[in-house]
């Protein structure tokens, strides 16, 4: 992992596209340009780590500070990349990092999206859901 420079944001937002595609489209919700925007006008590249496979871009991924603990955010790794584990080490470092700070991690997830079950493995649970997003939670350990 890097840290991402404002010049990452198109890549990101073009991945955040791909990743997230099937789960709006299954939701009903897919918007082709609204999916880019929302990325661009929420990046912050100084809380955003580009994720680096064989030094090419693999994903992205943003540990962002508030005030009821950190937020996990966009992450998103190339499908072709998935199923591999880099995403389990990726997550396990960034834990690592949070609970050594003993801050709380939330994020949400898209009703049945599969990556629920990898946020589950590492402790999350759900603290509240609606019928588009799944709000989890992860205290340190």
Known sequence: MRPAAPTDVEPIAELRAIVMRPDLERLGRYDEHR???????????QHTSVIEADGTFAGSVTLRPAEDGTWLEHFYLDPGLQGRGLGTAVLRTLLARTDTAAEPVRLNVLQGSPARRLYERHGFTVETQDPIDVFMLRLPT
């Open 35 to 45: 999916v880019r925007q929302r990325l661009r006008d929420g990046f912050a590249p």
